[in-house]
């Protein structure tokens, strides 16, 4: 069983930054792609940024140049800086891995930190 636990959400005004992180708990598991989504209300869950283990990334093109996804191998965790943050970055953000234990691979999500871009 792998458990995802994030942190770093809240209020910030426009312009401002915030710092998502993501750590993986549990034990006799890989992590392979790690990745950020957020939900705004009414709106559908959107891919926000990927990280492979060799430090590939993506990123949704109204994040590129201000979002920055990262992670440590060593300790199975992910984050997310944002800075230049907007009113429309408001949203509840999730991470999601894909692990593999043994034989079978499946993807595990968090349970979301909001994040809240607000004057």
């Known amino acids: 069983q792998v458990q995802l636990v994030e942190s770093g959400g809240g209020l910030v005004q426009p312009g401002g930054s915030l710092r998502l992180s993501c750590a993986a708990a549990g034990s006799g598991f890989s992590i392979y792609d790690m990745a950020w989504y957020r939900q705004s209300p009414g709106k559908q869950r959107e891919l926000v940024a990927t990280?492979?283990?060799?430090?590939?990334?993506t990123y949704a093109d109204s994040v590129k140049g201000r979002f920055t996804i990262s992670r440590d191998n060593a300790e199975n965790t992910v984050s997310l800086q944002m800075n230049s943050l907007k009113p429309e970055d408001t949203a509840v953000y999730y991470c999601?891995?894909?692990?593999?234990?043994?034989?079978?691979?499946?993807?595990?999500w968090g349970r979301g930190t909001q994040v809240t871009v607000s004057s």
């Open positions: 999601n891995v894909a692990v593999r234990q043994g034989t079978i691979s499946w993807h595990s």
């Open positions: 990280i492979t283990q060799d430090l590939s990334t």
